[in-house]
């Protein structure tokens, strides 16, 4: 089965064809990134705007690339949700019409599913049942996984998702848009023994997460700091420290309490050096294996989507003409 795939969630512009035989075929992305950067985050009905101008012409450039008519397509994946409402109704509509316009079955995709699925595009996947760690911008979940469509949440951030954390943190210290990555450039450059945060949550039971504290913590501490270079850089390496920490120790609760050999992560955050390097260390010492996407499918890309999208499809699922769009929608809630 060859799936088109169209990712339009929240602020990159993104489309795919894979093919359950011979893999991904090809992906597009393009980044909103100069337009939020003059807002310090991402505006919604900009990022909407933008999808409407961009989607078409990445969709013709992606089939010239690859030299294939719109017909030659079995399938059509779009993400439903969760995400930004606007922008999600731009890829659900241009996706929606165009699988009618063919005559091929269309559904819309779960954009978390997406993230969770991404590590199964690489030459080594992971074997089901395995523990999953979402951690973006707007999700940080630890779930269960038993097989596609099967997943039991085990914890959830009851208020800012990790990588939001770093954004706004990033934010405080003047570090521009998008925060995350920047604030983790800057932390190579401090000093281990400056500060040492709070690890939240972790002190009592449970896999919950929380990080809004850390934020304002980080904020305390610059405002009563001498406010010089190397002091925000300090606060970087101990904000990142803090956050990668919290997440490994929830990890290794969660595979200690599933007896799990193994573990996914994905999401955005998920690119992060330092996370990598920590569980890399946690799964030699558990003895367990530890799976992520490349750096490309970390963040919001159209090849997950088009994963996903073909294992659903190949099961006979899909939708009716209505557009669906849902800005919340739990993982959980999938079949």
Same mark, same amino acid.
């Given at each position: 089965m060859r799936v088109l795939a169209i990712e339009t969630s929240c602020d990159d512009t993104a489309v795919a064809i894979y093919d359950s035989v011979q893999g991904l075929l090809a992906h597009k992305i393009y980044s909103q990134?100069?337009?939020?950067?003059?807002? &310090? &985050?991402?505006?919604?009905?900009?990022?909407? *705007?933008?999808?409407?101008?961009?989607?078409?012409?990445l969709l013709n450039d992606l089939f010239k690339q690859l030299k294939i008519p719109k017909n030659s397509l079995d399938g059509i994946a779009y993400t439903a949700g969760p995400g930004l409402m606007g922008a999600l109704l731009v890829g659900a509509a241009v996706g929606r019409t165009l699988g009618w316009a063919l005559g091929i079955p269309t559904l819309g995709v779960h954009h978390m599913e997406g993230h969770l699925l991404a590590p199964m595009l690489e030459a080594q996947v992971?074997?089901?049942?395995? @523990?999953?760690?979402?951690?973006?911008?707007?999700?940080?979940?630890l779930v269960e996984v038993q097989k596609i469509g099967s997943y039991k949440l085990l914890g959830e951030s009851l208020d800012d998702a990790a990588g939001e954390a770093f954004d706004k943190t990033a934010k405080l210290l003047g570090l521009g848009y998008p925060g995350g990555p920047a604030l983790a450039r800057l932390a190579e450059r401090g000093n281990p023994a400056s500060y040492i945060f709070p690890r939240p949550m972790t002190d009592r039971p449970g896999l919950d997460f929380s990080f809004s504290g850390l934020k304002t913590f980080a904020l305390n501490t610059w405002n009563n700091s001498t406010q010089t270079e190397q002091v925000k850089a300090d606060i970087a390496y101990a904000f990142q420290a803090a956050v990668i920490d919290t997440l490994v120790i929830k990890c290794r609760r969660a595979l200690q309490l599933t007896?799990?050999?193994?573990?996914v992560i994905a999401g955005g955050v998920s690119a992060n050096q330092l996370l990598r390097?920590?569980?890399?260390?946690?799964?030699?010492?558990?003895?367990? $294996?530890?799976?992520?996407? *490349?750096?490309?499918?970390?963040?919001?890309?159209?090849?997950? @989507?088009?994963?996903? &999208?073909?294992? *659903?499809?190949?099961? &006979?699922?899909?939708?009716?003409?209505? @557009?669906?769009?849902?800005? *919340?929608?739990?993982?959980? $809630?999938?079949?």
């Open positions: 990134t100069t337009i939020h950067k003059l807002y &310090g &985050g991402v505006v919604p009905e900009l990022a909407a *705007r933008d999808h409407l101008q961009k989607l078409m012409p992971p074997s089901f049942p395995f @523990i999953a760690l979402l951690v973006s911008g707007g999700h940080t979940l007896n799990s050999k193994c573990l390097q920590q569980l890399a260390q946690l799964s030699q010492k558990l003895g367990i $294996e530890v799976f992520f996407p *490349r750096v490309e499918f970390c963040t919001d890309n159209a090849a997950m @989507i088009a994963y996903a &999208g073909c294992q *659903r499809l190949l099961a &006979g699922q899909s939708d009716d003409l209505s @557009i669906k769009a849902q800005a *919340r929608w739990s993982l959980t $809630e999938l079949s």
